[in-house]
């Protein structure tokens, strides 16, 4: 059984154009300086994973600001984890990497770790996830299709970051991965959810008022708008079946019946749907996770499977969410 991976497999050489770009190596994401980030980035985006921003969104998963999906490049959703870490500490809130979210952040933990494939992780998959519902409705369970997918939402990591890290990687048990370590769930009881439209952005907070978490969120679309005002936590399901419904909020494709998708973390609403007394809306997961905030939804709250997991286990029915225009998270 692997143990290690030789040194010639830490780094994955970049090419854009043909020309060689900067190596990711796990040892310099361990070191890089989250202070070196400028949050003025380009508006041309880069080619290669930022080691550095790696180690930011990395770090903020970890004190309960979301960044979403950890991937490696500064976007909207981590400068807005900033500005919520700065929210979340009463700090001027900038959205920026200053020397005081610097040394609140940071610490010795090592933000790259070994991982061993086990047995488990090879079971449970699908061939393929097709993108019509009806054929969706013929299959068993709406599973992970690789190893590396399901080890890629295990660690909150993009998919490509995984590869990145592993290039001569075969995912199979016994091999030895680098991942990111995120940390633990957050624990707590959450009292009241806000949803703010205009950040793209869920906050929970505790009883005492204070903010628990933040995470990035697709709440609604043009076409399918979430709905406004304060509604409540009706219930939880974990790995929910989806009753696809054409007659009460949007149609896919050209299926003009109803139907029982199965459940499965690539299901339409992901790992978890935490129902609201709205009818037919709630907050739930995605298959989708780095579209978070870059893609509308039919309505609904989306948040990262492993964000709708988290706060669903702090919620209990009877939880105010309160769907509002601005959020006290948002950088000035």
């Known amino acids: ?65 979301s960044p979403g999906v950890i991937d490696g490049f500064y976007g909207e959703n981590v400068r807005k984890a900033v500005a919520a870490f700065e929210a979340m500490n009463s700090l001027p809130v900038d959205g920026k990497t200053d020397p005081e979210v610097v040394s609140r952040l940071e610490g010795n933990t090592p933000i790259v770790e070994s991982y061993v494939v086990s047995p488990e992780d090879a079971t449970g998959l699908v061939d393929r996830i097709p993108e019509d519902y009806d054929e969706k409705a013929k299959m068993h369970r709406l599973g992970y299709t690789s190893v590396e997918e399901k080890l890629s939402e295990r660690f909150h990591m993009d998919v490509d970051l995984m590869k990145a890290l592993n290039p001569a990687s075969r995912f199979i048990p016994g091999d030895a991965v680098w991942v990111v370590t995120p940390g633990p769930a957050k624990e707590g009881t959450v009292a009241r959810i806000e949803a703010s439209k205009t950040t793209g952005q869920v906050l929970a907070y505790a009883e005492n008022g204070s903010l628990l978490t933040v995470y990035p969120a697709t709440i609604g679309s043009k076409d399918n708008p979430a709905p406004s005002g304060k509604h409540k936590v009706k219930g939880v399901a974990r790995m929910p079946v989806y009753r696809y419904d054409p007659g009460l909020n949007f149609r896919q494709g050209k299926n003009n019946k109803v139907l029982t998708i199965p459940k499965g973390p690539n299901g339409p609403v992901g ?4 129902d609201l007394t709205e009818p037919t809306y709630g907050i739930h997961g995605t298959p989708e996770p780095k579209l978070i905030d870059k893609v509308g939804s039919h309505g609904c709250v989306r948040l990262t499977n492993w964000d709708a997991e988290e706060l669903a286990g702090m919620v209990k029915p009877g939880v105010l969410v309160d769907f509002v225009s601005r959020s006290p998270a948002a950088p000035k």
Request: aromatic residues 2%.
């Open 1 to 65: 059984m692997k143990t290690a991976l030789p040194m010639s497999l830490l780094a994955l050489v970049f090419t854009v154009d043909g020309v060689a770009a900067q190596e990711l190596r796990r040892e310099a994401i361990n070191a890089a300086s989250i202070a070196s980030i400028v949050a003025e980035r380009s508006t041309k985006a880069p080619a290669d994973p930022d080691p550095a921003v790696v180690r930011l969104q990395v770090l903020l998963d970890r004190a309960g600001s």
């Open 271 to 274: 790992s978890v749907w935490i």
